[in-house]
């Protein structure tokens, strides 16, 4: 379906019905939130205030290209076990996807000439880091084994509202070793669980940039759960491309959702969230409506939630406590690359990451990630091509202030450097560059909607694992969150994960 399709697809809504739930933003977490109580016979809305849904899991297309705004290395298309959450949700609204499994997750490309494969073969990515780190093999295979332990109980379980006590009696009385394991993980870090078994500086980097990849810090502020479920389903479930590229997932949950009963509204931006006697009851659109729910859910981000559509003078402390815990990571410059196919080696993977120098991976521009999803679904590109996304960590404070021009200069002078380093894996790529659109922070706040452009919260310390990140239920009644900043946080799956939650916490204080 096409993007002015799509637009036009609402069909126009009686602003004096009251909904059972007001879904403010069509990302994976509001979507998941939305199918599932659609799919409980709740009269849900989803409003959304671009021209599809998606958001961070969005597309675009340009030139017989389309590219995924975001996301493409995809956890939760499993077919087995409990954690393969996106499966699920389109299951449960009647809908599915054809995917393509990947053989690798990433190839690391890392200094000192350190070039890994993580292997969708346990044994074999265990074999390749015996082979790298010979005198480590014992401790490594140690510590990825106490990840599976974590993943383990994660799938043994269904993964639904940790606020909803008959549930947790429920899980706990069916699945007490699973629990138990789960609630001595909570409060840790993978750094802790790391230097248990491995003493290697460079192992321990390894594991650093593990995590990085993903949660955009080192290991000691990485909670375990998360990495459980990371380090193991990637080899359980797998890492599996949807045909036809990421947007798919959030097209078909739509489709799902409208044959459930919900609806969706596009260009539909929600400025206000409106509370009468301290709870939160409706919400305010741009074009000045106001439309009313027993429960109003927030797919926005925390800060855009509690400083743009509350006012920020009356913030709960509950939300400043957690303001002082954790902060918005950076946003991504971001490269959208069309080439010609023989830029790429026979044998390329999907996915790579670059970094030069340990010091720089957590600076800006340092890390580069790159993604190649034509090499699982070539219908993505014309005949001959393929896309390359390449994306690295950048402050919107880098690109504020600039005039339209000196932005455009930015743009392309930032994009040259990433692209001269890309050269090392990707020998010829100036050369074969079809097209290029450029994205930045400003880029990522104007499209996403998203505080600043950022990926998610990010710990401002150390914390205790995942124990302060709060779950769907806000300190304003009546008032959800869901998406990365809700538990668990970032990454399709996971924010699955914040909808199923989210759905089934709304539908026990519904009382269905
Ligand atoms: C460059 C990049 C690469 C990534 N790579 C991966 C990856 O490989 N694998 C992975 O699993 N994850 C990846 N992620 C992370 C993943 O995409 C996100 O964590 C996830 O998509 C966030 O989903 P969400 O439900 O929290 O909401 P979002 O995707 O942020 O969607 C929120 C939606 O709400 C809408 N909205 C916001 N405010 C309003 C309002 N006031 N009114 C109406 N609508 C509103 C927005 O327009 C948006 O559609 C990546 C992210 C980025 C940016």
């Not at 505080?451 to 124990?467: C, E, H, V």
Request: proline share 5%; with cysteine; glycine share 10%.
């Amino acid at each position: 379906m096409t993007v002015s399709a799509i637009a036009e697809t609402g069909a126009s809504f009686d602003d004096r019905t009251t909904f059972d739930a007001i879904i403010i933003g069509s990302g994976i977490g509001g979507l998941v939130t939305a199918t599932q109580l659609a799919a409980k016979g709740a009269k849900v809305l989803v409003l959304e205030r671009y021209l599809i849904p998606g958001g961070s899991a969005g597309y675009f297309d340009r030139q017989g290209y389309r590219f995924d705004v975001g996301a493409s290395m995809i956890f939760g298309f499993g077919k087995q076990g409990t954690t393969n959450l996106l499966t699920r949700a389109l299951a449960a609204v009647g809908e599915s996807i054809e995917t393509v499994a990947d053989a690798v997750q990433v190839q690391y490309h890392l200094p000192n000439n350190l070039d890994i494969k993580v292997h969708r073969d346990y044994e074999q990515f265990l074999q390749e880091l015996a082979t790298k780190f010979p005198q480590s093999a014992s401790g490594i295979r140690k510590f990825y084994d106490e990840c599976w332990k974590v993943f383990n109980c994660l799938n043994a379980m269904d993964l639904l509202s940790l606020e909803e006590l008959g549930y947790l009696t429920r899980v706990f009385f069916q699945h007490p070793a699973s629990c138990l394991g789960l609630v001595k993980y909570l409060p840790s870090n993978v750094g802790d669980i790391a230097r248990k078994y491995i003493q290697d500086p460079e192992v321990l980097k390894f594991i650093d940039i593990e995590c990085y990849i993903w949660s955009v810090v080192p290991a000691d502020m990485t909670p375990t759960i998360n990495a459980g479920m990371v380090f193991s389903d990637r080899h359980y479930g797998g890492i599996n491309y949807p045909k036809g590229g990421v947007g798919q997932i959030a097209q078909k949950l739509v489709s799902g959702l409208e044959k459930a009963g919900g609806q969706i509204h596009y260009q539909s931006r929600v400025t206000k969230i409106v509370t009468e006697g301290g709870r939160a009851v409706g919400v305010e659109l741009a074009n000045g409506k106001t439309l009313r729910a027993k429960k109003i859910v927030s797919n926005a981000t925390r800060w855009d939630t509690f400083e743009q559509l509350l006012p920020p003078a009356e913030m709960p402390s509950k939300e400043r406590k957690w303001q002082e815990r954790y902060q918005k990571s950076p946003a991504f410059l971001s490269l959208h690359l069309g080439v010609d196919a023989r830029v790429l080696p026979e044998g390329t993977e999907c996915h790579h990451v670059l970094l030069e120098e340990w010091t720089q991976m957590e600076q800006p521009e340092g890390t580069i990630f790159v993604s190649i999803p034509t090499l699982l679904d070539p219908s993505l590109a014309p005949e001959g091509h393929h896309i390359i996304h390449a994306f690295t960590p950048s402050w919107m404070s880098d690109w504020q202030g600039l005039s339209p021009t000196e932005y455009q200069a930015k743009k392309e002078e930032r994009a040259g450097v990433l692209l001269d380093r890309l050269e090392r894996i990707f020998p010829g790529l100036n050369a074969g560059l079809d097209f290029m659109e450029i994205g930045t922070p400003r880029t990522h706040r104007r499209f996403l909607g998203r505080a600043d452009g950022s990926y998610g919260p990010i710990p401002r310390r150390k914390l205790p694992g995942l124990l302060n990140m709060p779950f769907n239920r806000t300190a304003v009644p009546g008032l959800y969150c869901v998406g990365d900043s809700t538990f668990p946080g970032q990454g399709l799956n996971a924010v699955a994960f914040s909808g199923f939650a989210c759905a089934h916490r709304i539908a026990a204080d519904l009382g269905m």
